[in-house]
């Protein structure tokens, strides 16, 4: 095991070269949602347990399925609404399970990455080999569902091995979701050497993080999601900065916490110099427009 | 396959694993179809109403000395015996609480659904006396807050709790409950087969939807209610330690977009999950009193049971590939 997992080196927050984003934008938003698809009884990872309960775990799994049977279109027509195209974090077996939802998000040209193919099923213990075949398989998928690889990936459950990140960019794939080290892009190393980037995601902001893990209140979320804002979009003067709310149709499209997430959508996208985007489209216009500038002063090692 | 990363400290899993036999259309199991909210026939409430309003009430016993067996529910003794701590605030729901949360029901115009712990009534006949007087609609929940129904439990041993449970709350209320609800939601891979065997019509421990669907069994199908899990009395103030007037609040924004929802897509129902316990304490009893204030205020709610809810919903799934859906 490592002491550090290698992808990026230090580089300080300050004097970094400035960032613009299209039409002069401060900062770039995007809406992650994660459609997932959790399996009622999937084999055991010696590593760590699907579920907390004897099967069948009712709780946590009926919760899940809440997510794809109602809470889906509650947050697409928040989509809608305010002109946001998510880009999904998908259990690329729902292609399988559940073909109307890809159907209706391909439609709306929403962007499709990767997330694994089951939500229960665990990077851990796979060789190398395993893990590179799970993980073409699901770009495989998405090709098939909405003709196009996908470009970025969030391993599924979080859960990682060392070379995760280096498999995905051998693939082809172009960002990762998976560090949460900054509030821009940055540069990543990968052992084929390619150009690689990570995109800001957000744990912080991430509801199921916030509901499950931090316990937080519906409409305190909603306030947290608008202080972010206010602060990225204050620095973006500076130079340009990512804000992802990534979400989870079975927490945030719950009858009592979607207000709290519209009010948030309404203040963001009610500001004029918000770049209202994909991660795609922020990875491929960082890879275009910054990504050489910002290697070259990462590797000048400048004073902070 | 290639060689195990030299450094992974993870034992490792074989092929199996990238094994995916339950992938096909639909769900992963064969208890009910796959099908999405906004793709069903819209329902209409008695009278054109629009959001219909469980209030459902759990009335828990929790064993000083439980057997933790299959598994340990949520809000039993978590203390070196005798927890005393536990088992008395808990029992404090059935001596007080209660009493209060009925008084508040009363003064809201409320008609509560009662989730009863079958052992609760053998214990305190006086308040089984109350709620058989009340006529309230009442849901079997097992015998105790010790007697989870989840996978490792034996099926002869279920089918007869579970015939002991509805058999003594038969006897207390002269009625045979029609719905259950399993403690802590769990069940086993036989429990919604021999709760329909037993002669249960609908169970409310799938939270996966905001509105019945059909719920297969060997014996039959099921009508699935959703009572929700996601704020819960116990859930929001205990378990996430949110405070009374935040779960009073998601109540009532539970209740807007679901009339608000129900405007445009036909019924809905808003599940108020209540435990005498949790809500019954004096300094959370004015947060009850405002919610059901507020979500009884609004037009278009119709205050039902769950049983009553069932019924009409069921009235209304006259087309076979609706009601398979």
Not at chain 1, 241 to 256: A, D, E, K, L, R
Not at chain 1, 274 to 299: F, N, P, Q, S
Not at chain 2, 202 to 225: E, I, R, S
Request: proline share 7%.
């Amino acid at each position: 095991m490592k002491d550090d997992p290698g992808y990026y080196d230090y580089w300080p927050y300050s004097n970094r070269p400035k960032i613009t984003w299209p039409n002069g934008a401060k900062l770039a938003f995007w809406v992650a949602p994660n459609i997932e698809f959790y399996e009622l009884n999937p084999p055991k990872n010696p590593s760590r347990a699907a579920w907390p309960h004897p099967y069948p775990a009712v709780p946590g799994y009926s919760i899940r399925d809440y997510g794809n049977r109602v809470g889906h279109m509650r947050q697409m027509k928040l989509l809608d609404k305010y002109a946001i195209r998510g880009s999904i974090s998908l259990s690329t077996a729902l292609c399988t399970h559940h073909p109307e939802i890809i159907e209706m998000c391909r439609e709306r040209d929403w962007e499709f990455f990767t997330h694994g193919i089951y939500n229960t099923r665990y990077t851990y213990g796979m060789t190398e080999a395993q893990e590179r075949a799970m993980i073409l398989e699901s770009m495989e998928t998405i090709e098939r569902a909405v003709g196009k690889l996908p470009a970025g990936y969030l391993a599924p459950a979080l859960s990682h091995s060392e070379v995760t990140i280096d498999l995905f960019a051998e693939l082809g794939g172009t960002y990762t979701c998976d560090l949460f080290h900054d509030d821009q892009p940055t540069p990543v190393h990968v052992r084929s050497g390619r150009r690689f980037v990570s995109v800001p995601y957000s744990l912080e902001l991430n509801d199921t993080i916030v509901y499950v893990v931090n316990k937080i209140e519906p409409r305190r979320y909603g306030r947290m999601i608008k202080d972010s804002f206010d602060r990225l979009y204050a620095e973006g003067s500076t130079s340009g900065t990512v804000m992802c709310i990534p979400t989870h149709n079975y927490q945030v499209s719950c009858p009592h916490r979607l207000s709290a997430f519209e009010e948030a959508l309404e203040y963001i996208t009610g500001h004029p110099d918000v770049w209202v985007t994909t991660g795609r489209e922020i990875a491929d216009y960082y890879l275009a427009h910054h990504y050489d500038a910002a290697l070259a002063d990462i590797k000048s090692g400048r004073k902070a | 396959m290639s060689t195990q990363s030299v450094t992974s400290p993870h034992p490792p899993v074989d092929d199996g694993y990238l094994d995916y036999p339950a992938r096909r259309y639909g769900m992963d199991h064969d208890r009910y179809a796959w099908s999405m909210l906004t793709d069903r026939k819209p329902v209409v409430w008695p009278d054109g109403k629009k959001l219909a309003v469980w209030v459902n009430l759990s009335l828990e016993h929790f064993p000083l000395n439980p057997s933790g067996k299959p598994v340990k529910l949520p809000g039993g003794m978590s203390m070196p015996y005798p927890d005393l701590r536990h088992y008395t605030l808990r029992d404090y729901g059935n001596r007080v609480g209660v009493y209060r949360l009925l008084e508040a029901f009363d003064k809201a115009g409320v008609r509560p659904t009662l989730a009863i712990n079958a052992l609760l009534v053998e214990r305190y006949p006086q308040l089984a006396g109350l709620i058989r007087e009340r006529s309230n609609d009442v849901i079997a929940h097992s015998w105790s807050m010790d007697t989870a129904h989840a996978g490792g439990l034996d099926e002869v041993a279920e089918a007869e709790l579970i015939k002991r449970s509805i058999d003594t709350l038969t006897k207390a209320f002269g009625k045979t409950p029609s719905g259950w609800l399993s403690p802590g939601k769990l069940e086993s891979p036989n429990t919604p087969d021999l709760i329909k065997a037993a002669g249960i019509e609908y169970f409310c421990d799938w939270v996966n939807d905001d509105m019945p669907y059909v719920f297969q069994t060997k014996h039959g199908d099921l009508t699935a209610m959703p009572l929700s899990t996601e704020f819960e009395d116990r859930f929001v103030v205990v378990d996430n330690f949110q405070s009374e007037q935040s779960w009073a609040e998601q109540v009532m924004d539970a209740c807007d977009l679901l009339l608000a929802e129900a405007n445009e897509q036909g019924g809905r129902i808003l599940s108020i999950p209540l435990h005498a316990w949790v809500m019954g304490q004096p300094h959370r009893i004015k947060h009850v009193e405002a919610a059901l204030a507020y979500v009884m205020s609004k037009p278009g709610v119709w205050n039902a049971s769950a049983g009553e809810i069932c019924a009409a919903w069921r009235g209304q799934q006259t087309d076979d590939a609706n009601i398979n859906a």
